[in-house]
């Protein structure tokens, strides 16, 4: 079987969001695999290590700076990489085209892709590629188990979760629930220098761009921080609730 | 495995860098990592945040089953076998990658302390001196984080002292052991460890190394500590009394005991002096982001000039200090890269390429451990009352500091050694002090020269730079001239020249790093500006320390005509310069490079 | 014209769906505002939306009876194509996101995903939505034929229902048979306020201590300020609490007048969930956790004797 991640990278959720002229800048700051595509990353990895024989490929589409993220994959543990190296910014529909190319070029099985972009705040990716593969999906995985060609599993639906079951190939999104990403260990760093990480071109791809970014804004609230020492609880209480009622007005 | 980086870099030899100048491209600098190196940083990064930092306060209230089960962890992940050779499971990796897990896992103090008691004074006299029977029984063991070890040195009569050791072995009358009575002081890891190293006199004269597992009768480890900080790490007396240690236990050769003890600390000293850098790192993070959420008179109080200059002085610290450690580290990775790597005993070519930087391992660990010290204090200075209370990591990270400037020899026993190697190497012919010293008087003497023109941003750094090395040697000169080889025994002067000395190569190192990185970091100019200017205050009030103890009268004034002529200066806008960096430090959250 | 498609659950039309056609009017596109109801045994939810649509298309056919990707895309595409639709909302619900995207690709169309506010201008259509964990706001145009859009739920206010029915077509689909088979459902119970729409929500972190902390505590703030419960993804996982409780980026998001965040550290995932809550409040031992970064009260204690002196205080 031939499973392929697909890993973006992103700026890590701990870190401060710096807009300038208009624009994220990235410029600095701490970038790491988005956690949602690690999840895949492990999920990929667990197959592997419960004796199926599997290959795990990743890829990521972006600027060259990308190779760090899909170096740190390889040396989580998957086999080889691929690159598809842009400075364009692909939204997840032109995205999902690329995807969907390199799992038909790789004749893949099974994709994992993170549950939500944690820097597009999009859920679109997994279900585009699946889409162009005319492949099933299921989305928000929080377990899943392979049975032969089987894959069955619980994800999170809108009113809560439900137990699923499908024939591969497949997309699969992922979630925390899943299993905590392993770390790279410095032997599998070692290792991982020697893997494949293949760069290819945009181009061949034939993507077009339909949206369009015109401005980023961060609108932080500005926040009163009327932090109340609680040594003496019912004081505290009592002024925070005095605060609530006839300050803020917030509460009955 | 190595750098392909420092592989091409030029060798420099131990303590030349007040004599010769060099250009960017001849130091390593951390822009200069490998992706093995990022990976393996990353990793580090990782498990700290993620695994020691959630569980700092069962550290600090001392459950060590929290301690040995993060120590296992690392060794999990590989970080405890760096410097392990590759057929007992270990990597046999380069220095700057034990230096950067050092630097990483320092967001503790205590976990820190334990880490690398456990990897560097603890592990390193086995890698170093075991037999290959010694190696098989115990190191695999270690560099998985299975077992935990250390290291026993001191007593309670002599620390700094440390020749002056009191516990004697003897051999047993069947031969068949040596039996050890004694007591030692401040072990750390004791309450957790499985092997010792513990060093004794046999017969009360042979210095030697002994490997002890826990257990063995006559071992019985003391209570804990009530320690000032690094409260999580255990550090207690190990009582030794009528202790039977197997013969072959014995590490290394009965009488060069002491060349085992010594010849570790250096090892121990640069990684101090990288864990420094975490540290302070860490607490600057803290600090600034407090900072920058509390307000005052209706602002935050980033917004005043005096926090700021706070976060500025901390933050140009800390770039001198990277560029410090890893220029240093890189500069013995360089060296050991070109050691016969087939040459029988390999671990013994290894010590003599660390043993030829003995004098930057101990500029790391003095300087490093005082800008740590200036770090935390300010950092914990801008958290005012909250700074006091253990609410807040400032408080912590306060007293965790103190223990730097104390272990792996006092930073009064450093100074002593820095300057005194110096001298050391000097009269042996080793390094070309004295004709160094001979030019810059000359020079001197042949009265003003008009200043050198440079070219660059730094042209005036590198004026101050150029004329620290000058004073340095001018001050060296002055003092051995007056007391010969007398002047061991003049420590406030030794340390007085130790601290040009120690000036000399951070701001060199800060220098051409800034120059390395070709513009690409704004940022990083500020800072060496910044530092520089600090920098060459400490030079000059060192100086005048000096020429003031060496001459009087009108000696005093030709030569203080001298320092001046080298001092004048005009002087940057550091506050201009402290308000750009704390701007930018405040709106990262964190000490950066990028604006 | 505009295809709008409906949410609906039990036999009731969806908030959402009201949103949606809010987005729609506001739009300044032209054409009808076209309602697709698809599922099984629907007749109810077709008549309530005849109040709000200007037309109404029908599918109600037993293999639509439970949702499924594969199937909505390919009916939603079809309609789409077939009444030339330029502009096709999809609801913000975590389903309509996961298909959404496949009718994109199905239209080669663009999509606009969970967007707060969306306007035509010639041609162009120009929206913002959060992104990085709902911290920025990001705006961005689309201009194409065919433009699928997914309303973030709670960005656009409801429509108010007409008196005139309007008119109602059956369609028909070329479906085939669904890929994902569900075995078993667990759906979560409902409580008494919705979580997304209280004005007032108490939520509760692993610092409650226990399930049993979380009722008393938590359950129990709610109960007396009329409040909808919330809770934490570690409070989820630990099995405290139900999934349909969990705020943040894998929860729900909510925006009420005030949140209150019982032992909460404040983690981004979470913030991405509330914080845009106009007024924030959390109780939290430890001066230095995240959450009160972005809380405008709070106070440093104990839950366990913070939380029922507020109680107390709040019978005063
Ligand atoms: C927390 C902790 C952990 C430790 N861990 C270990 C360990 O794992 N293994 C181990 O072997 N040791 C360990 N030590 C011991 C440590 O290395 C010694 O405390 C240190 O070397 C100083 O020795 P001392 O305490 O005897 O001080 P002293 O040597 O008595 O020094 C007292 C003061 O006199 C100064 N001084 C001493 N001699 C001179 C001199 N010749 N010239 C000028 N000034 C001088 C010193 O600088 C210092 O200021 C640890 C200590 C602590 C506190
Ligand atoms: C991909 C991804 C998606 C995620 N999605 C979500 C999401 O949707 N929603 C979400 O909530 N999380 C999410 N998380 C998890 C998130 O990162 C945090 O782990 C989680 O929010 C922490 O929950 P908590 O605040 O309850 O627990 P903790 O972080 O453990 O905080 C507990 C807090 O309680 C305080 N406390 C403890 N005891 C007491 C006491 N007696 N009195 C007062 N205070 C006390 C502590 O000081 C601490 O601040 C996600 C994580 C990932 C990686």
């Known amino acids: 079987m031939r499973i392929l991640t697909l890993i973006r990278q992103v700026l890590d959720a701990e870190e401060t969001v710096h807009i300038r002229s208009g624009e994220i800048d990235l410029n600095g700051s701490k970038l790491v695999v988005d956690t949602m595509d690690e999840y895949g990353v492990e999920q990929a990895l667990r197959i592997r290590d419960s004796g199926v024989d599997v290959e795990v490929v990743a890829l990521a589409v972006g600027p060259e700076r990308n190779q760090e993220a899909l170096r740190t994959v390889l040396s989580m543990g998957a086999d080889r990489a691929i690159h598809v190296m842009t400075e364009l910014a692909l939204d997840p529909i032109p995205l999902s085209k690329v995807a969907a190319q390199i799992a038909q070029q790789e004749r893949i099985d099974l994709i994992f892709c993170g549950g939500q972009q944690s820097d597009w705040d999009s859920h679109a990716l997994g279900a585009a590629t699946a889409e162009r593969l005319q492949l099933p999906q299921v989305t928000w995985v929080s377990a899943l188990e392979v049975h032969g060609q089987t894959l069955t599993g619980r994800h999170d639906v809108d009113d809560g979760s439900e137990m699923f079951s499908v024939q591969l190939p497949a997309v699969i999104t992922t979630q925390q629930g899943l299993g905590e990403p392993r770390y790279p260990t410095v032997p599998n760093i070692i290792r991982a220098k020697k893997k494949e990480l293949r760069i290819e071109t945009l181009d061949q791809f034939h993507v077009d761009l339909k949206l369009n970014v015109l401005g980023a804004a961060v609108q932080a609230k500005a926040r009163l921080h009327k932090i109340l020492d609680g040594k003496d609880a019912p004081a505290a209480a009592a002024e925070l609730v005095e605060l609530l009622r006839n300050e803020a007005r917030v509460i009955p | ?595 | ?316």
């Open chain 2, 1 to 595: 495995m190595s750098n392909p980086a420092t592989e091409k870099m030029r060798r420099v030899t131990g303590g030349s860098f007040l004599i010769e100048d060099l250009a960017p491209e001849d130091i390593f600098t951390l822009e200069d990592l490998s992706d093995v190196q990022r990976q393996i940083e990353r990793t580090t990064i990782d498990f700290a945040e993620k695994q020691v930092q959630p569980q700092i306060a069962a550290i600090e209230a001392k459950d060590f089953s929290v301690m040995k089960g993060l120590l296992r962890k690392a060794g999990d992940l590989g970080l405890m076998a760096i410097d392990v050779p590759q057929e007992y499971g270990g990597f046999d990796m380069d220095k700057v990658t034990s230096a950067l897990i050092a630097e990483k896992i320092a967001i503790c103090g205590s976990f820190s302390v334990a880490f690398s008691a456990h990897v560097g004074i603890g592990t390193l006299p086995l890698i170093w001196y075991g037999t290959a029977q010694q190696k098989e029984k115990y190191l695999a063991r270690l560099a998985s984080g299975e077992w935990v070890a250390a290291y026993a040195l001191s007593e309670a009569s002599s620390g700094s002292d440390a020749m002056n050791i009191r516990t004697r072995a003897t051999l047993s009358a069947d031969g068949k052991h040596y039996v050890l009575d004694g007591e030692k002081m401040w072990i750390s890891n004791a309450g957790i460890a499985n092997l010792f190293t513990v060093f004794a006199k046999i017969d009360g004269e042979k210095f030697a190394a002994f490997l002890i597992e826990s257990g063995t009768a006559g071992l019985t480890v003391g209570p804990e500590e009530h320690k000032l900080g690094i409260r999580g790490s255990s550090t207690c007396p190990l009582i030794l009394a009528d202790c039977h240690v197997p013969k072959e236990n014995l590490l290394g050769e009965a009488g060069k005991g002491h060349h085992i003890a010594f010849n570790i600390l250096n090892v121990g000293r640069y990684k101090l002096g990288a864990a420094a850098i975490g540290g302070a790192k860490y607490s600057f993070r803290s600090g600034v982001r407090y900072a920058r959420e509390r307000i005052a008179f209706s602002k935050p109080i980033t917004s005043f000039g005096l926090v700021q200059q706070m976060i500025a002085d901390s933050a140009a610290g800390i770039f001198a200090g990277e560029s410090l450690v890893y220029r240093v580290i890189g500069a013995i990775d360089a060296s050991l890269a070109e050691r016969d790597k087939t040459a029988a005993n390999n671990t013994a070519e290894i010590q003599k390429h660390i043993e030829e930087y003995a004098v930057e391992c101990s500029i790391l660990k003095v300087w490093c451990s005082e800008m740590l010290e200036r770090v935390v204090d300010q950092m914990l200075q801008l958290h005012g009352g909250y700074g006091y209370v253990e609410e807040y990591p400032a408080e912590r990270a306060y007293r965790d500091s103190r223990i730097n400037r104390i272990f792996e020899g006092t930073n009064e026993i450093n100074r002593l050694i820095i300057t005194g190697w110096m001298m050391k190497r000097a009269m042996q012919g080793r390094l070309a002090l004295l004709p160094a010293i001979q030019r810059v008087m000359d020079e001197i003497m042949a009265g003003p020269t008009p200043r050198e023109e440079r070219e660059g941003e730094l042209a005036d750094q590198h004026f101050l730079l150029a004329n620290a090395k000058k004073l340095s040697l001018f001050c060296a000169g002055a003092a051995s001239q007056k007391f010969g080889s007398g002047l061991v025994d003049e420590q406030e002067i030794m340390g007085a020249l130790a601290d040009m000395i120690m000036e000399v190569l951070v701001l060199e190192s800060a220098i051409l790093r800034t120059e390395k990185m070709q513009g690409s970091s704004p940022l990083a100019v500020l800072m060496v500006k910044c530092y520089a200017a600090r920098s060459f205050r400490v030079v000059e009030t060192a100086g005048e320390r000096v020429l003031g103890a060496v001459a009087e009268g009108d000696m005093l004034r030709t030569r203080m005509t001298i320092l001046r002529r080298l001092t004048k200066h005009e002087p940057e806008n550091t506050v201009a310069l402290g308000r750009e960096i704390a701007t930018a430090m405040t709106a990262a959250g964190r000490y950066t490079l990028q604006i």
């Open chain 3, 1 to 316: 014209m505009i295809l709008l498609v409906v949410e609906h659950a039990r036999g009731n039309v969806s908030k959402s769906t009201y949103e949606m056609v809010t987005c729609a009017r506001q739009l300044g596109r032209e054409g009808p505002v076209t309602a697709l109801v698809l599922g099984s045994g629907i007749m109810a939810v077709v008549n309530e939306v005849a109040l709000l649509a200007d037309q109404v298309l029908v599918s109600d056919r037993a293999d639509l009876a439970q949702y499924d990707s594969e199937l909505w895309s390919a009916a939603v595409a079809q309609v789409a194509s077939e009444g030339d639709a330029h502009t096709i909302l999809i609801g913000g619900s975590r389903s309509g996101r996961e298909y959404s995207p496949r009718v994109a690709v199905k239209l080669d169309a663009p999509l606009l995903e969970d967007v707060i506010s969306v306007t035509a201008e010639e041609g162009t259509l120009s929206a913002e939505r959060y992104t990085n964990l709902a911290r920025v706001t990001e705006r961005i145009t689309a201009r194409a034929p065919v433009t699928v859009i997914t309303p973030k739920q709670g960005a656009f206010a409801a429509a108010m229902p007409g008196t005139h029915a309007a008119e109602q077509f059956d369609v028909d689909l070329d479906l085939t048979a669904r890929r994902v088979q569900i075995t078993e459902k667990s759906a979560e119970k409902f409580s008494r306020i919705s979580l997304a729409e209280a004005e007032i929500v108490v939520a509760g972190g692993r610092g409650v201590g226990s399930a049993e902390g979380f009722r008393n505590l938590v359950d129990e703030l709610a109960d007396r300020l009329g409040a909808a419960v919330g809770a934490t993804r570690a409070v989820v996982d630990a099995g405290w609490r139900p999934y349909a409780e969990q705020v943040g980026q894998t929860g729900k998001t909510v925006q009420p007048k005030v949140y209150i965040a019982i032992g909460i550290s404040g983690a981004v995932q979470h913030l991405s969930g509330m914080g845009r809550s106009k007024c924030i409040v959390a109780v939290n031992r430890d001066a230095d956790a995240p959450i009160f970064k972005v809380a405008d009260y709070g106070i440093v204690g104990d839950v366990n004797q913070i939380v029922p002196a507020i109680i107390a205080a709040l019978s005063r």
